[in-house]
DNA sequence: CTGAAAGCGCTTACAG
DNA sequence: CTGAAAGCGCTTACAG
């Protein structure tokens, strides 16, 4: 493997140039800018990790956060996965600037954006609200690297959009269905919102997966606006209207919906997304039965480590779009 | 953060000599020792893993691996996972001699150990058959790290078993068991053979999982001898005397034994171990319902970073059994 | 038993 | 636009 002081040796000129070429550093002269990229090119260069963490010791990388997460424990394992890399790499200078909201006001959102963007920033990470007004603050933003969060929304020069693929989410959501119904059955589901596109696409997802499953049938579809006290009503009204074999619950809101499941007579069973800690109890006792999750710690892993490789190595990830895998939580799984 | 300059300084001695200490190299006065430990923990040293990983380059490790793949595939994603990650460090040293066996005869595998054991190893990773002759070898062997790969056995000093919890297994198995179930039924088990405790651990696994859950029995246990042949026949004479609702394919084999299902006329749902290509092709069209696996690639992954973390860094794992998770896959599991 | 020196591969001021 | 030098934190011969 070929270093920059050979290939400095094999250009004629000194470590720095060719670290100011490699790096984009500019102030090149365009000729010897070619010769080194040749030569690096020609020998297959790649630069040695951790001779770049190493140097790079001293810098500095604030990365500011914003994120949807009051009120929905969703995100307590996202935030977790966050804080602990952030502490494995804070010798090499990561410092995050986290601001939490509630809800999805894209004015709140905006707020928060314009706030924390004055505060020299070396990063942006945000759970974006799709809607224009922040579309066009970020791309405002632009050269700032931008990674999307668990929700995405289209804008240039995104770094990255870190969280689950919404429509496997539904499909694997389907096949345990199918494997709880073997004699078929009526599914009802409850969503978040009909404007998250997320949401959306798991019921699509769930839809697609079920189609032509002998005696399945999907009979109701209602939204809780992710809040469990409007979840609790809605499914109790759904429980009483259809009286469905099964439960879907795509979104959040989860923990009303599943206490008004306990305190119906009915005995439809359970599925719901996302691993929280309250899921778990439910899963143990049995009063849901299948967990669909989406790997939040990872994702807030996954967050940081990316722009980790970002700042210090110069690495974008390979493909925009970060998936953490969709899985399915039995009583057993750890 | 605390460097070694700085413990050199404060202990007024030379890096060399801290360096010595602290990786245990011998060779230092025991005052000296006791006072470069003692500064060292006041401080909180950590030592930086990326400088070791510089300093490092030239060394030679060669890992010799032993492993009953013939025969399994099972092991091909093993084998990927340890190839790929010998590629990722392969600057810093790492090599690999692999001895592929198949079976599980105790002599074959101590003569491959032997043969293996000539060649100046740095460690020795194998799938140990549980017989006293390899593990009176092994703990001959001794000084040498050694990590048993995905089937354990006892003996002093073993760096890791790097593999799956098979209970639980078992137990996710019987949720899954369970949730297909919902109006009980009767279920019988194919394992590979009533000496591997691997097997014999998932069953009772099984079992507990399921214990007073409804209608649900276990009817019969048969062996396969982890071969496809053996299994087609078993599983013929299964389905013929027990007409189960339901086959819980514990170890290898599974092949054989869902072509039985096939061939025959019965109905009886299909859990399988292990993600091989032609368990996702049959889960796919529906021969078989879920597969329950153990995360080959990973386990040899995590079998060549470990090792590349003892080398390097000089890191143990934290505990002797790393498990790899048990995950459900179903037909839109990625 | 101990220390001074060189080196791993890269980056960062700094001087020109 | 360019290069020489020092430095990141550690290890490795080597000389004593």
Known sequence: MITIKQIAELAGTSRGTVDRVLNRRGNVSPDIEKLVLKIAKEHNYRSNPFAKALAKRGAKYTIGII?????????????????????KYKEYGL???????????????????????????????????????????????????????????????????IGCDYYNSGGLSGDIAELMLPNGGDISIITGSF???????????????????????IVSTDAN???????????????????????????????????????SSSSARVIVVDDIKPMRDYLADGSINAIITQQPYCQG??????????????YSPDQVNCYTENQVRLRHSK
Not at 71 to 79: Q, S, T
Not at 195 to 217: P, Q, S, T, V, Y
Not at 301 to 314: A, D, M, P, R, W
């Open 301 to 314: 892993e996954l967050t940081i480590e990316t722009l980790y490789q970002y700042f210090v190595y110069g």
């Open 67 to 87: 994120i949807n997460s009051i009120g929905n424990m969703f995100f307590d394992d996202v935030i977790v996965g966050i804080n602990e890399t952030v502490e």
């Open 95 to 161: 410092e995050v600037l986290i601001r939490e909201i509630k809800g999805y006001d894209e004015n709140e959102q905006l707020e928060a954006l314009v706030e924390l963007s004055a505060h020299n920033l070396s990063a942006l990470v945000i759970t974006p609200i799709d809607h224009p007004l922040i579309e066009k603050k970020l791309a405002a933003l632009s050269p700032l690297p931008i990674v999307a969060l668990n929700s995405d929304i289209h804008f240039d020069r995104k770094l990255a959009f």
């Open 225 to 263: 606006d992710d809040d469990n006290e409007i979840s609790y009503s809605a499914t109790a009204a759904v429980l009483e209207r259809y009286n469905p074999d099964l439960l879907y619950f795509c979104a959040a809101g989860t923990e009303g919906g599943v206490r008004a499941v306990k305190d």
């Open 195 to 217: 404007h998250m596109l997320g949401h959306n696409e798991r019921i699509r997802g769930f839809k697609d997966a079920l189609k032509n499953k002998g005696n399945i049938r």
